[in-house]
């Protein structure tokens, strides 16, 4: 089964596809591609996002030095 997603660009041809979202962010926008993946890889990319994010969450209000 395949997902379709919209990527940015830059991220898509430097094959590094960091965010994936599930409608296009901005109307208009030339930023953007659909495209249709693996629902596997999306499920890896969407778990990577959550992490960085409770990783961010968790250091919000931490000095960059006591980052973990």
């Not at 430097?14 to 030339?30: F, Q």
């Not at 993946?37 to 969450?57: A, F, H, N, P």
């Amino acid at each position: 089964m395949k997902a379709l997603v919209w990527v940015k660009h830059e991220e898509l041809e430097a094959s590094n596809i960091k965010e994936v979202h599930s409608k296009c962010p901005r109307k208009e926008s030339r930023e953007y591609v659909q495209v249709s993946m693996e629902v596997d890889e999306y499920i890896q990319i969407r778990e990577q996002q959550k992490e960085l994010w409770l990783k961010e969450q968790y250091n919000r209000n931490r000095q960059p030095k006591d980052w973990k």
